[in-house]
Nanobody, 113 residues
């Protein structure tokens, strides 16, 4: 069964940076598109970024130019590098296995002065 574990969240000041990691299990990891999503209180969960097995990426307009998604298929890891963080980036961040209902537990990111 697929398992996903996020890490790297925390408290950061506006303008700061943070790197999130997602450790994945699953035998077909290198084939599967992986995604980062986030959910703030009172709001729907939204797509942040995706990356295909071959490395093609897609980003939400709100994070373009600030966030980078990457993966290491040998290590079965997915990363989200977040730069120039804003208070509106505050949310719980989740990784997702393709378009499945396999999600990680989530990691809290708080951007505040």
């Amino acid at each position: 069964q697929v398992q996903l574990v996020e890490s790297g969240g925390g408290l950061v000041q506006p303008g700061g940076s943070l790197r999130l990691s997602c450790a994945a299990s699953g035998t077909m990891f290198r084939i599967v598109t992986m995604g980062w999503y986030r959910q703030a209180p009172g709001k729907q969960r939204e797509l942040v970024a995706t990356i295909t097995g071959a490395g093609s990426t897609n980003f939400a307009d709100s994070v373009k130019g600030r966030f980078t998604i990457s993966r290491d298929n040998a290590k079965k890891m997915v990363y989200l590098q977040m730069n120039s963080l804003k208070p509106e980036d505050t949310a719980v961040y989740y990784c997702r296995w393709g378009t499945s209902n396999y999600w990680g537990q989530g990691t809290q990111v708080t951007v505040s002065s």
